[in-house]
């Protein structure tokens, strides 16, 4: 790869005949922590019909997840939604966690303020 070229952190694959109601996305960089629980929350969708996750090799950090849907829906829409999703709740624990953080402080600093 050149200097100053990205590699591409997502790719789409299809196997040649299918359609887009299977597809599988390969996550560059990526681990069992992503694809986990990406699988969880792609897997709440009750149009999807499968959705797992394949590590190629543990010295490679790339992850194969493949969703197939029912009915209509393309497989690009649950993974869109389950990315969405996901970095909601990370965003929610993040906030919750900042919370506790503060209110320990301020509750620190509120001991050593009365024991002068």
């Not at 590699?7 to 887009?20: C, I, S």
């Not at 986990?36 to 950090?61: A, D």
């Not at 966690?97 to 050593?112: L, T, W």
Request: aromatic share 6%; charged share 25%.
């Amino acid at each position: 790869m050149a200097e100053g070229e990205r590699k591409t952190a997502l790719e789409m694959v299809q196997a040649a005949g299918t359609d887009r109601h299977c597809v599988t996305f390969v996550l560059h960089e990526e681990d069992h922590t992503l694809g986990n629980s990406l699988r969880y929350m792609i897997m709440k969708n009750p149009e999807v019909e499968f959705c797992g996750y394949t590590t190629t090799h543990p010295s490679e950090s790339k992850i194969n997840l493949r969703i197939q849907t029912r009915g209509a829906l393309p497989a690009v829409e649950p993974f869109q939604r389950g990315l969405n999703e996901l970095m909601n709740v990370c965003q929610h624990v993040l906030d919750k966690f900042e919370a506790s953080i503060k209110n320990y402080k301020d509750q620190k600093a509120s001991r050593n303020e009365s024991t002068f």
